[in-house]
């Protein structure tokens, strides 16, 4: 069955950074279009970033762009999303899933994801 095991979540102040992972198993990673997703209390969860299966095209919210990369290595069936320059409200529990291409279609049921804080 699709495994998605998200980790690298932490507490960290206001401008540094985390590095994601999420472990896939169970399906063809590279055949896949990722997304990275995060909900904050109170709020419905959003995408963040998709990267389509070859990592040709990556695509983020608007409120990201600049500060996070998500990136992907088909060998190790992992796909990574680098957040840097945190800002308070990226606080947020951070899931990965398979999607569809431009993202917003996620396939398979959250996992637990992974915690980030950002707090001084």
């Known amino acids: 069955q699709v495994q998605l095991v998200q980790s690298g979540g932490g507490l960290v102040q206001p401008g540094g950074s985390l590095r994601l992972s999420c472990a896939a198993s169970g399906f063809t990673f590279s055949s896949y279009t990722m997304s990275w997703y995060r909900q904050a209390p109170g709020k419905e969860r959003e995408l963040v970033a998709v990267i389509t299966s070859l990592g040709s095209s990556t695509k983020y919210v608007d409120s990201v762009k600049g500060r996070f990369t998500i990136s992907r290595d088909n060998a190790k069936n992992t796909v990574y999303l680098q957040m840097n320059s945190l800002k308070p409200e990226d606080t947020a529990v951070y899931y990965c899933?398979?999607?569809?291409?431009?993202?917003?279609?996620?396939?398979?049921?959250w996992g637990q994801g992974t915690q980030v804080t950002v707090s001084s």
């Open positions: 899933n398979v999607d569809r291409w431009p993202g917003g279609r996620y396939q398979y049921p």
